[in-house]
């Protein structure tokens, strides 16, 4: 099912934004990558510190403490967005900054930004969730994230989901639900907005899931600029984030306390 929707300007200083933050972090990698198992082991004092680097670069008032900073730290490995929107409501921007995010997104944007600091190495293929084909396949294999992004690669569009913190990419099958495993056609609503070719939100109306479909037909490999097309905003999505039926994808699944 495709629902065209129309047009709407973008936000052009957002790319500069996100990837200058990114461009921060890599320069502090110094090669010392982490390597990320199932169970999500991040580094909290370092991931904290990084996140206060962050959201002091992007202008954070008032700066979060080391305190706050680790919370959002262990809150992005437990999966729980609580602290994120709490944080969000009590804190603010200098009306110059115009990422285009809001206050909680560029929190979770600092927070994942601080995993990709210890986890991420550079787009590889591995090998998808060994379950069933009919299982839902939106947890990185790799470090146990969400994927919020799948891109149709080649001549023949292989399905991939893209993990947005280590650059894990697995395939999946071509059609369906990565996160619940809907497979009726029907259920599935995509939405593709005039004159942006190549790209669409997809919308399971099954667990009201949305996430972003890249179609890179010239490509065999994701490019390297996958992170900011993941996390920049798309003015399209605007319409969709005011209907409630609506979810937005996590950056972790929740851990079960
Ligand atoms: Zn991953
Ligand atoms: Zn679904």
Redesign the pocket.
């Given at each position: 099912m495709t629902t065209p929707i129309p047009p709407t300007d973008t936000t052009t200083s957002t790319n500069s934004s996100i990837a200058r933050l990114l461009g921060e972090i890599a320069i502090d990698r110094q090669e010392s990558v982490v390597p990320?198992g199932l169970s999500g082991k991040l580094d909290l004092a370092r991931a904290a510190a990084t996140i206060r680097r962050c959201t002091q670069s992007a202008g954070l008032s008032p700066a979060l403490t080391i305190a706050e900073a680790e919370e959002l730290a262990r809150a992005f490995v437990d999966g729980d967005d609580g602290p994120f929107g709490r944080y969000g409501a009590g804190h603010s921007f200098p009306p110059t900054e115009e990422s285009g995010l809001e206050v909680d997104e560029v929190l979770a944007l600092c927070a994942l930004l601080a995993a990709r600091e210890q986890?991420a190495r550079g787009a590889h293929s591995v090998e998808p969730p060994t379950s069933g084909s009919d299982e839902p396949n939106a947890v990185?294999?790799?470090?146990?994230?969400l994927a919020r992004l799948e891109i149709l690669l080649g001549q023949y569009s292989e399905r991939y989901s893209v993990?947005?913190?280590?650059?894990?990419y697995w395939r999946i099958a071509r059609v369906g639900c990565p996160h619940c495993g809907e497979r009726d056609g029907h259920h599935l609503v995509v939405y593709t907005a005039e004159q942006r070719t190549g790209r669409a939100l997809v919308h399971c109306l099954s667990c009201r899931r949305v996430w972003r479909r890249l179609e890179l037909r010239g490509h065999t490999t994701p490019p390297d600029d996958l992170f900011i097309r993941t996390f920049e905003p798309w003015p399209e999505e605007l319409l969709l984030d005011q209907r409630d039926e609506v979810l937005p994808v996590p950056l972790r699944p929740a851990k079960a306390k």
């Open positions: 990320a986890w990185c294999p790799e470090c146990g994230s993990c947005p913190v280590c650059n894990a």
